[in-house]
Nanobody, 115 residues
């Protein structure tokens, strides 16, 4: 059974940092490029960052370039998103999945950026 379990969200002030984790199970994690997505209130889900199977081929949506860093640990079946210099517009529920959205969504983790 495939599971994607996101964690690490919370409330942070503008300019602050958070590190999200996504623990994957039930599939060959190292065989898939992985992505982080987010859905802000009243908006559709958007792709935030992508990482290739071995940690290369990294891309970001323009709005997070220079602030967010995606990484992965294939030994731990986990993908991470380090978020720095956060802005109120980063407020959203964050999800992980493969870059082709191959599997059912997890529950996501809420990130709120507010003073």
């Amino acid at each position: 059974q495939v599971q994607l379990v996101e964690s690490g969200g919370g409330l942070v002030q503008p300019g602050g940092s958070l590190r999200l984790s996504c623990a994957a199970s039930g599939f060959s994690f190292s065989s898939y490029a992985m992505s982080w997505y987010r859905q802000a209130p009243g908006k559709g889900r958007e792709l935030v960052a992508v990482i290739g199977t071995r940690g290369g081929s990294i891309n970001y949506v323009d709005s997070v370039k220079g602030r967010f860093t995606i990484s992965r640990d294939n030994a731990k079946n986990t993908v991470y998103l380090q978020m720095n210099a956060m802005k109120p517009e980063d407020t959203a529920v964050y999800y992980c999945n493969t870059n082709t959205i191959r599997f059912p969504w997890g529950q996501g983790t809420q990130v709120t950026v507010s003073s």
